[in-house]
């Protein structure tokens, strides 16, 4: 498939399985620690997982990985979170306000008189993070922005959590459950692989010096913690309301410095994009560039077809209408072009009035009926100008199929133009084929310029 260098494509499908798997293991795990030790509540110092916790990650990882087929599946998936969204909003805003009523909290079962002996708590932490993660995928059915709002929450959460789990894990008892925190911080991850495309979480994912700068700097401040609760634990012994104040302390600095760093990351990716655009596409028509179509060539593994048009006597249109008529006559045309051209066929601007049209299709017939039919679209394309008339164009083309796996770009390119320029000889406005390779193979070097015209060869045009 014809690709462009701007082009989106689907990715981290492996490695969002992979990281289902484990977060359906890791709630395992926790679930068979809380029945196996449920007398011993603070075994390695750590709580163990809570069933609403549990079910919470659990069901999180099955749909941010399901592919709905059906209406049903779906509806039942937004049944399940949003009640795990009420769950947990409710388990928060106990927490948050003392006088809300205490429908779930952490003894939510022996509450309701049922004795499932284990000793995990539903923490306020636990039920923000659920909230942020289900909130997200109930919400991006409906606004993606929404949608990303509730990822960056669940994101903040994990954030905080993480910085008060290692400074509990250094200074005090431990009441957080390692399982709990691992499933937060991976399950954030899922989500914003999910999202790659959008930002902020984009320039986290795609390749380049900006994306591993963020990385790392994101990395940097979930590091942070480690290295905190280490210097702090061979300080004199802290009081409890003293360890709190650091939580928050830190808890905030953390979620600052990661808000910081995920914005200075998108500001950096639209720049790219714009370095990008200026780089490989051409300002005035919007379409590929000379080194746009270079870049995208190496993405072709098959074979395909490639037709190199030149507009006949444009010189001519510039001299009488001016060069501001001129472009947009390569504006309409271009226009033109691209809405008969499929999504797999790309145009692209070669220079001057020249350009080149990249398809799938490799076959002498496909070819030429698809030139042919370009040439008589330009033909009849009337350009209306500020002039009381309209401006009628006319084109030739050289059309030839390109084998990567045998024949360099640059020997096709050579065969293609001289197709062309037969194509001017003959009377223009027509199409002419190629035929086969008849230049020994030679490495294509994209930094060496197509050799000028002469003078013979520039009077065709």
Not at 200 to 228: D, E, M, T, Y
Request: net charge neutral; glycine share 6%; proline share 5%.
């Amino acid at each position: 498939m014809l690709k462009s260098v701007s082009s989106a494509t689907t990715r981290f499908t492996q490695r969002s399985s992979a990281l289902v798997v484990v977060l359906l293991l890791i709630a395992l795990l926790g679930e068979t620690h809380n029945l196996l030790f449920s007398q011993r509540p603070n075994l390695f110092g750590s709580a163990s997982l809570h069933p609403i916790s549990a079910i919470g990650y659990a069901s999180f990882a099955v749909f941010l990985y399901a592919q709905y087929y059906t209406v049903g599946a779906a509806n039942a998936a937004a049944a399940i979170s949003s009640v795990i969204v009420i769950v947990s909003l409710q388990r928060s805003l106990e927490c948050i306000m003392p006088q809300w009523p205490q429908l779930v909290t952490s003894e939510i079962f022996t509450r309701h008189g049922f004795d499932v002996s284990f000793n995990g708590r539903f923490s306020a932490q636990t039920a923000l993070g659920l909230l942020g993660l289900h909130g997200a995928l109930l919400a991006e059915r409906h606004n993606q922005r929404l949608a990303v709002g509730f990822a960056l929450f669940a994101l903040a959460v994990a954030t905080f959590t993480t910085y008060q789990f290692v400074l509990h894990l250094f200074l005090l008892d431990l009441d957080l459950s390692f399982f709990s925190i691992s499933l937060m911080i991976l399950s954030v991850i899922g989500l914003s692989m999910r999202y790659w495309n959008l930002p902020p979480f984009h320039p986290l994912f795609v390749n380049g010096k900006v994306s591993l700068i963020v990385r790392s700097l994101l990395l940097a401040v979930q590091i942070a913690p480690w290295l905190i609760g280490l210097r702090l634990s061979s300080m004199t012994a802290l009081f409890p309301d003293q360890v709190y104040a650091l939580d928050i302390t830190f808890g905030v600095i953390g979620i600052l410095l990661t808000a910081c760093i995920l914005t200075i990351g998108v500001i950096q990716s639209r720049l790219h994009k714009e370095l990008e655009s200026a780089a490989y596409f051409d300002p005035l028509t919007g379409v590929l560039n000379r080194f746009g179509i270079e870049k995208s060539i190496k993405y072709c593994q098959e074979p395909i077809g490639i037709l190199f048009l030149d507009l006949d006597h444009f010189k001519t249109v510039n001299d009488r209408f001016g060069h501001t008529t001129g472009d947009l006559v390569l504006k309409e045309m271009t226009a033109m072009l691209q809405n008969r051209l499929t999504p797999n066929e790309l145009l692209g601007r070669w220079g001057g009035e020249e350009f080149i049209i990249l398809t799938q299709a490799s076959q002498r017939t496909e070819l030429m009926q698809l030139a042919q039919s370009l040439c008589d679209a330009i033909s009849n394309l009337p350009v209306r100008t500020h002039a009381p008339f309209e401006i009628h164009i006319t084109s030739s083309m050289g059309v030839c199929a390109y084998d990567p796996a045998t024949e360099s770009f640059f020997n096709v390119l050579t065969r293609v133009d001289k197709a062309l320029y037969k194509a001017k000889e003959r009377g223009r406005n027509r199409a002419v084929w190629a035929g086969g390779p008849s230049l020994p193979q030679t490495l294509y070097d994209p930094a060496t310029p197509i050799q000028p015209l002469t003078p013979e060869m520039d009077r065709l045009h």
